[in-house]
C-alpha cells in the first residue's frame, strides 16, 4: 500500500513540467520559478491517512488524505481544485480537476523504482511530464 513510499524524496529531473503547468493553467512567472527550484517530497503514512509534504526555497505545501475519499483543496500554485487518491498496482494515483473547470482532469501517478527513485508522471490533456525523485531519508 501507500506505506511503501514513506520517505522523503528530492527531485532530481523535471522532463517538460513547464508545458505541463501551462496546460493546467499554471500562469508564466510561476511556471518559471517553479521550473527552476528543487524541491522535496516527504510521505507520511499514520493508520488510514497519508500526508505529502513539499518543501522548496519558494513555496512549501501540504496535502492529507485517506485513499479513495474526494477531497478539495488548494495546490500549491494556488488553483481551488477537487481531487482524490486511489492506489493502484502499487503505484499511488491521484486525480485532480479545477472547481471552476471540471472537464481539465489532471492525473498523478507516483511510483517506486526500485532502485531508489519516485518516479511522478503527470498527465493532462495531451501532455505528458515525468518528475524523478531520489529517496534522501526513510522519514
Do not use: H
Not at 494515483?93 to 471540471?102: A, G, H, N, T, Y
Amino acid at each position: 500500500m501507500a506505506a511503501s513510499l514513506k520517505g522523503t524524496y528530492k527531485l532530481e529531473k523535471n522532463d517538460n513540467f513547464d508545458k505541463f503547468m501551462e496546460v493546467i493553467g499554471v500562469g508564466y512567472a510561476t511556471r518559471k520559478i517553479g521550473g527552476s527550484i528543487t524541491n522535496t517530497n516527504q510521505f507520511i503514512v499514520e493508520g488510514e491517512k497519508v500526508k505529502i509534504l513539499q518543501k522548496s526555497t519558494f513555496k512549501n505545501w501540504e496535502i492529507e488524505f485517506e485513499l479513495g475519499k474526494e477531497l478539495e483543496v488548494k495546490t500549491v500554485d494556488g488553483r481551488q481544485v477537487k481531487t482524490i487518491f486511489t492506489w493502484e498496482d502499487n503505484k499511488l494515483v491521484q486525480k485532480e480537476w479545477p472547481v471552476k473547470d471540471p472537464s481539465l482532469e489532471t492525473t498523478y501517478i507516483r511510483e517506486l523504482d526500485g532502485q531508489g527513485k519516485l518516479i511522478a508522471t503527470c498527465k493532462c490533456k495531451d501532455v505528458t511530464c515525468v518528475r524523478t525523485y531520489t529517496k534522501i531519508a526513510d522519514s
